[in-house]
């Protein structure tokens, strides 16, 4: 028969298997087969494995693919849906590769002027060895001379100068040493003077501190004793609160002997009785005027100290500029006489 030859099947149907020929044609074993379950879902002819088949078959060969396109849609649509989430996500990785790009390259380019300057600078190294070693010879030769010549000079010399004399001569030098050792130990001297003076005069300076804020409380007495009165009841409102809350520790720190309390009732200004008020107000008046006058005498001998360690210094400084213009006009005095007629 033609539809069992494969041969003779027509160019749509070639190639595709018996069973979907046979599905073609009356299948009788269904005729008294039970009813399928009732399914709003599922098409007619479904049930059946070969139309089922069949159906497969023609969506993947004649392009009846409504239903893979159909399910290829949502998978689609998702995609569009979180492809800006995606791109950001992405975006973001790039940025992070960018500055992580940028980073290395920073560190890169400062290893390469490390390098370079270190290239350099072996390179001057070894310039200044080859040029050195170029010279040593010529410096070497230099100084042997410079020694051959100290050591002939010193024999042709020792003809003209006895031992006592060269003595004086090699004295010289120690001498003007000796000379700026003492002007720097003058110095060092009145530099002690000096910090002793500026020491009396703080001193001074805060005492006189002291006695005017004395003459200043004593000018408003009432006002003074009511500050000090407020500052002592704040410490009584401090250790109430502190008892009632059950802190009694903190309340007895608070109130104790010599605690701050009593400090604080204990402190300057007192309450005078008006009589010994005016007495009070006259000795702060002239304790001001002494701290006053001592501070004065203190500047006055802080200035002289500081006036004298400037000689002193420039003195030193004089010393040392003129060291070898002091050597050397001891050593003149000792040249002796033929020496001067020759």
């Known amino acids: 028969m033609a539809q069992d ?32 379950p009732e399914d709003v879902g599922t098409p007619p002819g479904a049930a059946d494995p070969p139309a089922a088949a069949s159906d497969d078959a023609a969506g993947g060969n004649e392009g009846g693919g409504a239903g893979p396109e159909r399910t290829d849609a949502p998978t689609g649509a998702g995609e569009r849906d979180g492809g800006g989430g995606g ?10 590769a960018v500055e992580a790009a940028r980073n290395a390259l920073k560190e890169k380019e400062e290893e390469l002027v490390r390098y370079k300057a270190q290239r350099e600078a072996d390179a001057a190294e070894d310039k ?37 004399t ?18 720097g130990s003058s110095v060092k001297t009145q530099e002690d003077i000096a910090a002793a003076r500026r ?19 004593l000018k408003r007495p009432a006002a ?13 409102s401090e250790a109430r609160k502190a008892s009632d809350e059950g802190k ?17 009732i204990k402190a300057e ?28 005498d203190r500047e006055e001998a802080l200035k002289a100290a500081e006036e004298l360690l400037a000689r002193e210094q420039a003195r030193l400084d004089e010393k040392r500029r003129g060291f070898d213009a002091a050597v050397l006009e001891k050593v003149a005095a000792l040249n002796p006489p033929i020496v001067k007629v020759a």
């Open 5 to 36: 030859d494969p041969e003779g099947q027509t160019p749509a149907t070639r190639g595709r298997s018996r069973a979907t020929t046979a599905a073609i044609s009356t299948d009788t074993r269904a005729i008294n087969a039970p009813p399928p």
């Open 87 to 96: 791109s950001e996500d992405r975006t973001g990785q790039l940025a992070e």
């Open 128 to 164: 200044l060895v080859r040029d050195y070693a170029g010279e040593e010879n010529a410096l070497r030769l230099a100084d042997e001379d410079l020694e051959d010549y100290r050591q002939a000079e010193i024999s042709f010399l020792h003809r003209f100068l006895d031992s006592g």
């Open 166 to 183: 060269r003595e004086k001569i090699e004295n010289a030098a120690r001498t003007a040493q000796a000379e700026i050792e003492s002007a």
């Open 199 to 217: 020491k009396e005069r703080d001193e001074a300076k805060d005492e006189a501190a002291k006695a005017r804020r004395r003459a200043q409380e």
């Open 224 to 236: 003074s004793i009511k500050e000090r009165l407020k500052a002592a009841s704040a410490i009584r």
């Open 248 to 264: 009694y520790a903190l309340a007895y720190w608070l109130i104790m002997p010599g605690g701050r309390l009593e400090q604080a």
């Open 269 to 296: 200004p007192p309450i005078w009785r008006p009589e010994d008020l005016r007495k009070e107000v006259k000795a702060a008046r002239a304790a001001l005027e002494a701290a006053e006058q001592r501070l004065a």
